[in-house]
């Protein structure tokens, strides 16, 4: 277990506000938001009451990179609990060179694990039952936001060494890692 869930659990602002726009927008009949474990996934649908239920979308937005190491058990999962007509939809990081000359971003991260390589991960998905449709490199949408939050960051600490943003920044501009979008379905 990545003991994730524990160290950093989400904030309860980013849930609220997450059910708030779902009503706002009228859409709480269509779907729900189940915050939680990604090794726990099917557990928590049972737990609330989605247990058998087809579902049309699934979203691993944004954290999936601290599970790598469990990830056949995170993707069985998914697959399970989707059905041939099913969206998944995965935004992650990806490594891009060997584990060894990303050091600095696994450290800062707290990861105990390598990130997965693009192939890493599309071995996986397969092993899972499930087939990467389309897969886009979000690099160009994300720099420019990330060199927002950087200069934040730079103004707190000027050199940088323990901000989450420039070290990302910099990660990602020196092709260390990757962000990639997966647009996943069920294999036939």
Known sequence: SSGINAEW?????????????????GLQTQGD???GSYQEFLSQLKEHGYEGVEFT???????????????????????RA???????????????????????????????????????????????????????DLNNLVLPALAILRDAGLEEDPKSENITYPIMYKSLQESEVSF????ISVSK
């Open 33 to 35: 938001i189940i915050e």
């Open 82 to 136: 989707a059905n041939p007509k099913t969206n998944v939809f995965i935004w992650d990081f990806i490594r891009m060179k060997e584990w060894n000359d990303c050091k600095h971003f696994h450290t800062h991260m707290k990861l105990e694990h390598p990130l997965l390589s693009a192939e890493e991960m599309e071995a996986a998905i397969i092993r899972a039952g499930l087939k990467a449709d389309r897969k886009e």
């Open 57 to 79: 979308h699934i979203l691993c937005v944004g954290s999936l990179y601290y599970v790598h190491a469990e990830i056949d058990l995170v993707l069985k999962n998914v697959f």
């Open 180 to 183: 990639m979008a997966v647009f």
């Open 9 to 25: 659990p989400l904030r309860p602002g980013y849930v609220k506000a997450g059910h708030e726009a779902v009503i706002a927008r």
